[in-house]
C-alpha cells in the first residue's frame, strides 16, 4: 500500500495518468490506468502504446502521440472498447509535452471518463433559434420549406410526446 501523499493522490483519482517517453513506453501510470486495462504495474510499465492500445486505437491516436512528441499539447475525444469485455466508453484526452531544455522528452496523459456526460448529450436535443410558426393554422415550416402539424414537427426534431387536451378557456366555448 502506497503511503507517499502524491502517489495516493495519484492513484485516488478516477482519471487515467500516465507517462510515456520518446519511445512510447509507459514510465509511470496510476492505479486507474491499470484498472482500466487490466494490467499489473509489472506487465504496464515499460509497455509501448502500441501493445498497449492495440493497432486499431493505437492507430486513431498516432497523430495525437505524434503531436505530442513534437512538443503540442494535445486534446480530443474518443470511444473506447472495455478491455473486459462490457459497453464501450467515451473519453476525453490530453496529452501534455514533457520539454527539457527545449527537448520533448515524453508526454503525460490525462484520460476522463465522460461516458456519462456523452449519454446525457445524446438525451438532449435543443430547438434553437426562430420557429417559423402559421399564425392561422399553428403549422411550422421547417427548413426545406414544407408546412408540418407542431405535433409532427416537435416529434422529428425532439423527445417529445404530444398529447391532446382541451384548455378551460376553449372547453367554455364549445360548451357556451
Known amino acids: 500500500?502506497?503511503?507517499d501523499p502524491i502517489q495516493i493522490v495519484v492513484d485516488s483519482s478516477p482519471a487515467m495518468l500516465a507517462y510515456w517517453d520518446r519511445?512510447?513506453?509507459?514510465?509511470f501510470a496510476n492505479a486507474a490506468y491499470m484498472r482500466w486495462f487490466g494490467r499489473t504495474p509489472e506487465s504496464l510499465i515499460g509497455a509501448t502504446l502500441?501493445?498497449?492500445l492495440g493497432p486499431t486505437i493505437y492507430a486513431l491516436n498516432l497523430p495525437h502521440i505524434e503531436g505530442a512528441l513534437r512538443g503540442e499539447r494535445q486534446e480530443f475525444e474518443r470511444e473506447?472498447?472495455?478491455?473486459?469485455?462490457g459497453p464501450p466508453r467515451h473519453s476525453q484526452a490530453t496529452y501534455v509535452p514533457h520539454v527539457e531544455d527545449g527537448v520533448v522528452s515524453g508526454f503525460?496523459?490525462?484520460v476522463a471518463d465522460v461516458t456519462q456526460l456523452r449519454n446525457a448529450l445524446t438525451q438532449v436535443k435543443l430547438l434553437q433559434g426562430l420557429i417559423p410558426l402559421?399564425?392561422?393554422?399553428r403549422k411550422i415550416r421547417d427548413a426545406r420549406g414544407n408546412w408540418t402539424s407542431l405535433e409532427q414537427y416537435l416529434a422529428d426534431h425532439t423527445d417529445v410526446s404530444v398529447t391532446h387536451s382541451i384548455c378551460d378557456a376553449c372547453n367554455a366555448k364549445f360548451e357556451g
Open 1 to 3: 500500500m502506497a503511503t
Open 108 to 110: 503525460c496523459v490525462h
Open 23 to 27: 519511445d512510447q513506453r509507459c514510465l
Open 80 to 85: 473506447l472498447p472495455d478491455p473486459m469485455g
Open 50 to 52: 502500441r501493445e498497449l
Open 134 to 137: 402559421c399564425a392561422w393554422c
